[in-house]
């Protein structure tokens, strides 16, 4: 997307939120070039839901050893 299209008053008319976005789109990261970042993150949000189940010392071990099997392509779901 051009950056110019931020400026034109019709896109802002049609779109207010478009300074979220254009910021969103400036600050985004690339994700990981990995087979394993999809297991990796259904992975984390299973051990990181819901919040107030979490235990730091057995969760960071838990999302350690989960990572772990992610990354070594042992299943595909938590």
């Known amino acids: 997307m051009r950056?110019?299209?931020y400026s034109d008053p019709q896109f802002q008319a049609k779109y207010p939120m478009y300074e979220i976005i254009r910021q969103q789109l400036t600050d985004a990261a690339v994700r990981p070039a990995t087979p394993a970042y999809q297991a990796v993150?259904?992975?984390l949000?299973?051990?990181?839901?819901p919040v107030t189940k979490i235990d730091p010392e057995r969760t960071a071990d838990d999302i350690t050893a989960q990572v772990q099997k992610a990354v070594d392509g042992k299943g595909l779901l938590p």
Do not use: M
């Not at 949000?45 to 839901?49: D, H, V």
């Open 45 to 49: 949000a299973a051990a990181l839901s």
């Open 41 to 43: 993150s259904l992975r």
């Open 3 to 5: 950056a110019s299209l």
